[in-house]
């Protein structure tokens, strides 16, 4: 059983154009051609494909807004899929969003259980007072919040979400909201990709989910092994970053790294589960 909460498409008519010129934006900041290549199409169906050729059951849509006047499209699209075919969303969210609060209202009252939030794309520090703000109001309604972390191939310098950054800003935050709950703030990369040592250090241990999405054949196995023994399984989520990672290479590296079955079973579903409010009956259904 496998729930994949990390996931992006585009609107068919868009997803072409967006595949070419996020693989261009990648290209760009790396330096190098070539440097990021999608494994689908990036549209709905494209992920339908993939999950039934890699044997995913469920999957976690992240749309990611880059500026405040796409909130209507994007969360009333991530509605309108919510729950079908195995496909789940959250909503998008912007720091220059005018009225953060009704439209975190708004998101909840749609049936989507979080959002998404990409300090690099949306040029915003971690630590920045609007995402602070709505954070908080994330937290008060019992929304997830899920944070692009680390290095971003696009955007490599500033790191907007850096791991002793993440700790400093939020910490009051996990103190005030979480001590009696499970987490609602997700890392997404462990943390970032190229931060496993301070992802070990400031991160490990605290009340979030980190989760798998784009680590697998980036990052080295035993620096995965590491992070999930230190934070523990139970706050590891499976991710793949589909269109950026290959579902069924993502799934392998799991099945791959030396933990037990159970810890295998918590990170693969069970966790997701929680959040997303599903039982491994009704995944199946959906197949």
């Not at 789940?88 to 259980?113: A, Q, R, T, W």
């Not at 300090?119 to 920045?128: G, L, S």
């Not at 993440?166 to 943390?191: C, T, V, W």
């Amino acid at each position: 059983m496998y729930i994949d909460m990390h996931t992006h498409i585009f609107p068919d008519a868009l997803a072409r154009r967006a595949i070419e010129n996020l693989e261009r934006i990648a290209d760009e900041g790396s330096g190098r051609e070539g440097s990021l290549k999608a494994c689908t199409d990036g549209t709905y169906n494209g992920l339908i494909d993939s999950m039934k050729r890699c044997g995913i059951d469920a999957s976690l849509i992240l749309p990611v807004m880059t500026k405040p006047s796409q909130f209507d499209t994007v969360n009333r699209y991530a509605a309108e899929i919510n729950g079908k075919n195995g496909i789940y969303s959250f909503g998008g969210m912007h720091p220059d969003c005018e009225n953060v609060e009704e439209k975190l209202d708004f998101i909840k009252s749609l049936g989507l259980k979080g959002i998404k939030l990409h300090p690099d794309y949306q040029r915003c520090a971690v630590d920045d007072e609007r995402y602070l703000k709505i954070v908080r109001h994330c937290l008060k309604l019992g929304l997830y919040v899920t944070f692009h972390a680390g290095y971003d191939i696009g955007y490599p310098e500033p790191m907007y979400c850096r791991p002793d950054v993440f700790r400093s800003a939020y910490m009051s935050l996990l103190q005030e909201f979480e001590e009696e709950k499970h987490p609602h703030i997700i890392l997404a990369h462990l943390g970032g990709v190229t931060t496993a040592e301070k992802t070990m250090k400031y991160l490990c241990g605290l009340p979030i989910y980190l989760d798998l999405a784009f680590t697998f054949g980036v990052m080295r196995e035993e620096d995965i092994a590491e992070i999930i023994r230190l934070h523990g399984a139970q706050k590891i989520l499976f991710a793949s970053d589909s269109p950026w990672s290959d579902q069924g290479r993502s799934r392998v590296g799991l099945e791959a790294l030396p933990i037990s079955a159970e810890e295998k079973e918590l990170i693969s579903h069970k966790n997701a589960e929680k959040i997303l409010g599903v039982v491994h009956s009704v995944c199946e259904a959906a197949r």
